[in-house]
């Protein structure tokens, strides 16, 4: 610019440097003031004076540290040669002080902050320039901020919870006590750390769980609150444990920042979930065999029992006691051998009462009247829709002997195709319902009956021989009848007792001709046969008179044991040979008295206790004609 040539001033400008200087100290919102090299005020700008609550005309000429800086914030006496006002044009230097207090007219003070900048003019320090804010709001407001974080970091110390916050990267930003604790971790060792690759990389079902679908990063993401209540996460040392979490995102003037998230160690909760599930499944199992234990019950009750108590005292039947005496408090499998109508049922509830599982049922399954097809379900039960008629789960009798005592009666009729799933029963103690894959597990003993010989059926591949030995560990001998006739008087009382009990009549008198009709007959329906005979003639008896209506089979037994030559020539044993010899004289004489019918309502089978099958073959055997009879 040419020597010539002025500086152009526009119009309504400052017309001068001390007129642009006069309107900034009017018009700045700080309060600042000069003073000399004495500390004397010069001069004071209007906002100066409103803050102190002196005019400027009080405040010029007079030592402003005097009037407003002469006491420390903590009420000390500030001295002028330590304060940083007059040091700045002492050592020429600007001070900056954050947190003082100045005084007011009335008394009163507040805290200001402050610069204090030395005035130089050709190298020479005049005085100093003071500017400063009332900074009483602003430090309230830090106090408050601080307090609130204080009382926000003591929240997130203490809290039982798991806290962390991430930003928008998904890096942590803070983490709690309680979080760095279930995670395995150091506070330090999760700040700044990308969390989801930490603790939450996996699935529940081990499966990788991406960034991309993870709740906690969508928070920030979509700006909404995201709950989760079945994850887990995983520790440092590589475990994991399951978890709910809550991921909250932040937002600061409408702008998402990142998300915090509260998480809980819930493995306590979901082993009492699981407890209580397992609880409640355990009572809906209960209630189930219960129920069928009920239903069973009830069936047992209309069924017919031949006795209550085993009645005799006979050398043969104290010989069968005895063995129930010595096998009941074991655990031991029984296999009770004997014809029809002895009383093997007697004698396995004889076993189950005096044995430690007397408390648990004895569950009763006659293996002679369940159709081939049913086997399986009537044994381990079923799952409703697993065959055409299963229209709801059904219970099996083994299952509801679990703690207890099964009875198979007949056992030598199971097919052998389905022998060896209860041997699988008896050797490991489990089975699976039809239609169902769970493995169930059962306690229970086994007390079984025939009135086949096993070993033969064995010989012919119609029993399994491991099954054989697993049920034959203790065998007990149902005497028959005739083999124990000391016995009849007292059976015969029992049964006109219960009988008469039973139909409401008034008990009839047994006369010693009555005792010596029943002990000349042979008996081959056994004790059960023994019933009938004595309800029949109490049924048509007249009077207080009992009259049985038996064949003559004294003789009849003799005609048949002559008739049996060829038996005896065979080289059997005596007591085989009588054994035969009486089967002949009882299927005899009960042909005789149904005037030949074999099977159906008062036939010889029925009259026996046997099947019509079975007698078949007896006849054939016995080589014994009904038409020669």
């Known amino acids: 610019m040419a020597q010539s040539e002025q500086p152009k001033v526009c119009k309504n400008s400052f017309t001068s440097v001390n007129a642009m200087g006069d309107l900034i100290l009017e018009a700045a919102g700080e309060g600042i003031f000069g003073i000399d090299c004495n500390g004397v005020t010069i001069f004071a700008n209007p906002a100066a004076a409103e803050m102190t609550g002196w005019s400027i005309e009080e405040l010029t000429g007079k030592k402003s540290h005097d009037m407003l800086h002469h006491t420390k914030p903590d009420g000390s006496t500030f001295h002028a040669c330590d304060c940083p006002i007059h040091a700045a044009f002492k050592d020429g230097a600007v001070h900056h002080v954050d947190d003082e207090i100045f005084w007011r007219k009335d008394g009163s003070h507040f805290l200001v902050e402050y610069t204090s900048t030395p005035v130089k003019k050709d190298g020479e320090l005049l005085g100093a320039v003071v500017v400063f804010n009332d900074i009483t709001k602003r430090k309230r407001e830090q106090d408050e901020i601080r307090k609130i974080y204080t009382e926000n970091q003591l929240i997130l110390q203490s809290a039982g ?32 750390q990308p969390m989801h690759a930490l603790l939450h990389h996996t699935h529940a079902d081990g499966s990788e769980y991406r960034n991309t679908d993870c709740p906690i990063y969508a928070a920030f993401k979509d700006g909404s609150v995201h709950h989760v209540e079945d994850e887990v996460f995983w520790r440092k040392d590589g475990s994991s444990f399951p978890v709910e979490y809550t991921s909250t995102p932040i937002r600061q003037d409408g702008k998402l920042l990142g998300a915090v998230v509260v998480f809980n160690d ?141 009875f198979l009666d007949e056992v030598g009729e199971i097919p052998i195709d389905l022998q060896s799933k209860l041997l699988r029963v008896l050797q490991e103690g489990q089975f699976e319902r039809v239609g169902d894959e769970t493995t169930r597990t059962v306690d229970v003993r086994i007390i079984a009956a025939t009135n086949r010989d096993l070993r033969k059926e064995v010989e012919k591949g119609n029993f399994r021989e491991d099954l054989y030995f697993r049920l034959n560990v203790f065998p007990v001998e149902a005497v028959p009848l005739r083999d124990r006739l000391d016995d009849i008087p007292l059976l015969a009382e029992h049964f006109i007792e219960l009988i008469c009990n039973r139909i409401n009549r008034e008990s009839p008198k047994l006369t010693n001709a009555n005792v010596k009709q029943l002990q000349t007959y042979a008996w081959g329906g056994n004790i059960r046969e023994l019933q009938n005979v004595i309800e029949r003639a109490i049924i048509v008896g007249k009077g207080n008179r009992l009259i049985f209506n038996l064949p003559k089979n004294k003789n009849e037994h003799i005609d048949a044991v002559q008739d049996t030559v ?64």
């Open 266 to 406: 819930i493995t306590e909760r979901k082993q009492a979930e699981q407890e209580l599930k397992q609880a409640y499944e355990e009572v809906e199992k209960m209630k189930q065999r219960l129920e069928a234990e009920n239903t069973y019950l009830q069936e047992e009750i209309r069924t017919k029992h031949n006795f209550k108590e085993i009645v005799g005292q006979s050398y043969a039947i104290k010989q069968v006691l005895n063995q129930i005496e010595l096998v009941a408090p074991t655990m031991a499998n029984v296999l009770i051998i004997g014809e029809s109508g002895t009383g093997k049922e007697l004698i396995a509830r004889a076993i189950h009462d005096r044995s430690e599982r007397s408390d648990r049922p004895l569950i009763r399954v006659n293996c002679a009247a369940i159709p081939h097809e049913l086997f399986e379900s009537e044994f381990f039960g079923h799952m409703r829709g697993s065959f055409t008629g299963a229209i709801k789960n059904r219970t099996g009798r083994f299952e509801l002997a679990d703690g207890g005592t099964i």
């Open 161 to 192: 919870e798991g806290v962390y916050g991430l930003c928008c990267e998904g890096k942590t930003t803070f983490v709690n006590p309680a979080a760095a604790n279930m995670l395995g971790y150091e506070v330090e060792e999760l700040k700044g």
């Open 566 to 629: 060829n038996i005896a020539d065979s080289g059997l044993p005596y007591n085989e040979i009588e054994r035969l010899a009486r089967d002949k004289v009882n299927i005899i004489a009960a042909l005789r008295y149904t005037k030949g019918k074999i099977s159906g309502a008062e036939g010889a089978a029925e009259l026996l206790g046997i099947k019509p099958t079975t007698l078949a073959s007896r006849m054939k055997s016995l080589e014994i004609d009904k038409r020669d009879i």
